[in-house]
């Protein structure tokens, strides 16, 4: 994949975790109080693996195209397991 097709299939996940995000919320808000804590420590985990993704995209975006070359097999290894992360998180809550 090439860095351009990797920022655009980066930026789309992004939206979709978003999207996955506001759907848990609104969970949250509508579970029963004793559910809440669960709703919010996946969420949570949810945010922090969203951000780290975040950071990653940025990283991409400020590095050479040189540099890209070399490191795109870890940004790929890295993006996947934190989708893997985030599906995993969201599954329980759902």
């Known amino acids: 994949m090439t860095r351009v097709g990797y920022e655009?299939?980066?930026?789309l996940q992004l939206d979709a975790w978003n999207a996955q995000i506001d759907v848990l919320k609104a969970?949250?808000?509508a579970?029963?109080?004793d559910a809440?804590?669960?709703y919010?420590?996946?969420?949570?985990?949810l945010y922090s693996a969203k951000s780290e993704a975040e950071?990653?995209?940025e990283e991409l975006r400020k590095t050479s195209d040189e540099a890209w070359e070399d490191m795109r097999d870890g940004y790929e290894?890295?993006?996947d397991e934190m989708q893997?992360?985030?599906?995993?998180?969201a599954s329980r809550l759902s």
Do not use: C, I
């Open 55 to 57: 950071a990653k995209l």
């Open 36 to 38: 809440k804590k669960d």
């Open 77 to 79: 290894k890295a993006w």
């Open 8 to 11: 655009k299939k980066a930026k």
């Open 84 to 89: 893997s992360a985030l599906k995993k998180a």
């Open 27 to 29: 969970k949250l808000h």
């Open 40 to 45: 919010q420590d996946h969420l949570n985990a």
């Open 31 to 33: 579970a029963e109080a």
